[in-house]
């Protein structure tokens, strides 16, 4: 229950100050609400919430995008026409439908985490030189 109550308070203080990503705010909020009186669920819903956090924000490399994409493509180019030839001879138009779900959610979960396979091709970023902006040619308009 305690889990479900630093859930709650989170989602009440992000609706409170009018940013859904405000985690300063939401932090204080579940820390005196929740700390008090379960301190220990409060931790591990941290910690949970934490985890998730890293995940949704987990980054993939430019190979990475291709790849998704490609697989994208693919499985749901197989999924379509597979639910397609299955609804089409075995004249089952619900059975179709759920093949075509089916490889959507496969899409799904191939495509939107950011497993270890998209990361494979780090980019390399050039050093900067420290020199910022100061080479920057001014305009001047005349008359």
């Known amino acids: 229950m305690g889990c479900y109550l630093s859930v709650l308070s989170r989602f009440l203080a992000a609706r409170v100050s009018r940013s859904p990503f405000n985690l300063a705010a939401s932090r204080t909020v579940t820390q005196s609400f929740t700390s008090t009186q379960f301190p220990s669920i409060a931790r591990m819903a941290d910690q ?3 985890q998730v956090r890293d995940l949704a924000e987990g980054q993939i490399d430019f190979e990475g995008q291709k790849l998704a994409d490609l697989l994208a493509t693919l499985v749901l180019s197989a999924s379509g ?3 397609f030839l299955v609804g089409f001879f075995l ?4 059975l179709a439908v759920y093949i075509g779900l089916a490889g959507t959610a496969l899409t799904f979960l191939l495509v939107v985490p950011p497993w270890p396979f998209y990361k494979r091709h780090p980019v390399k970023w050039l050093e900067s030189n420290g020199t910022g902006i100061r080479n ?3 305009i ?3 008359g």
């Open 140 to 142: 001047e308009k005349s």
């Open 136 to 138: 920057v040619a001014t």
């Open 81 to 83: 026409a597979l639910a």
């Open 91 to 94: 004249q089952d138009i619900k």
């Open 48 to 50: 949970i919430l934490d």
